[in-house]
C-alpha cells in the first residue's frame, strides 16, 4: 500500500516560484515512475510532469516545458516539483501520483496512487 502526500502549495504572484514536495510511503517507491499533475476549477485533469524510477528520464507539458522541473530522491521517498516563472493560468490544485510501472507515463490511467493535492494559486 503506498500513500502519497504533497506539500509546498501557496499563494505566489506571477513570475515567482515555488517548489512542491510529495512524499511517498514504503521501500518499494524507487521502482515506480511517478508523475504531476493538475487540475483548475471546471478543467479536465491534466498532466503537468513525469519522471522515471531512477531520475534519468524525465518529460514535461507543452505548457511547463522550461519552467518547471522534476525531480526525484529515492533514499527520502520523495519526488519534487520545481515551479519557475509562475503564469496565472498555472493556478491548480496539484497531484503527485504513482505510475503502475517503472517508465514514465503522461496519461492519468497509468498512474494508480494519488496524493490529496496540495492548492497553488497565482496572482496576477
Known amino acids: 500500500q503506498v500513500q502519497l502526500v504533497e506539500s509546498g502549495g501557496g499563494l505566489v504572484q506571477a513570475g515567482g516560484s515555488l517548489r512542491l514536495s510529495c512524499a511517498a510511503s514504503g521501500r518499494a517507491f524507487s521502482a515506480y515512475g511517478m508523475g504531476w499533475f493538475r487540475q483548475a476549477p471546471g478543467k479536465e485533469r491534466e498532466f503537468v510532469s513525469t519522471?522515471?524510477?531512477?531520475?534519468?528520464?524525465?518529460r514535461y507539458a507543452d505548457s511547463v516545458k522550461g519552467r518547471f522541473t522534476i525531480s526525484r530522491e529515492n533514499t527520502k521517498n520523495t519526488v519534487y516539483l520545481q515551479m519557475s516563472s509562475l503564469k496565472p493560468e498555472d493556478a491548480a490544485v496539484y497531484y503527485c501520483?504513482?505510475?503502475?510501472?517503472?517508465?514514465?507515463?503522461?496519461?492519468?490511467?497509468?498512474?494508480?496512487?494519488w496524493g490529496p493535492g496540495t492548492q497553488v494559486t497565482v496572482s496576477s
Open positions: 501520483a504513482k505510475a503502475r510501472v517503472g517508465s514514465i507515463r503522461t496519461s492519468w490511467p497509468d498512474y494508480d496512487s
Open positions: 519522471i522515471n524510477w531512477s531520475g534519468a528520464d524525465t
